[in-house]
């Protein structure tokens, strides 16, 4: 069974940090890109950047270049988002996402797996 685990959220003020983890069990790793996307209250769901076994496969969203960035342990089968800087719009929930390599990761469609979420507020 395949489970994305994600970690990490919470209440935070205006230009503080959180590190948000999603940890990937019962799928093969090294064939999967995982992407970090985020929703807003009454928005759609936002990509905000993607990673493979090698490296980081996707652009940051323009709204989170320079502040947020991505890693993954592959012995621990966990994949980062760290966030600084963080501003009030940068509150939703964030989810990570699992879709085969080569896919279009902009699409939704793409990805086999999701994690449950968890909740980022960042207070102004």
């Known amino acids: 069974q395949v489970q994305l685990v994600e970690s990490g959220g919470g209440l935070v003020q205006a230009g503080g940090s959180l590190r948000l983890s999603c940890a990937a069990s019962g799928l093969t790793f090294s064939t999967y890109a995982i992407v970090w996307f985020r929703q807003a209250p009454g928005k759609e769901r936002e990509f905000v950047v993607g990673?493979?076994?090698?490296?980081?496969?996707?652009p940051y969203a323009n709204s989170v270049k320079g502040r947020f960035t991505i890693s993954r342990d592959n012995t621990k089968n966990t994949v980062y988002l760290q966030m600084n800087s963080l501003k009030p719009e940068d509150t939703a929930v964030y989810y990570c996402a699992a879709a085969p390599l080569g896919s279009n990761y902009y699409s939704l469609h793409s990805y086999n797996y999701w994690g449950q979420g968890t909740q980022v507020t960042v207070s102004s």
């Open positions: 990673i493979s076994r090698s490296g980081i496969i996707t």
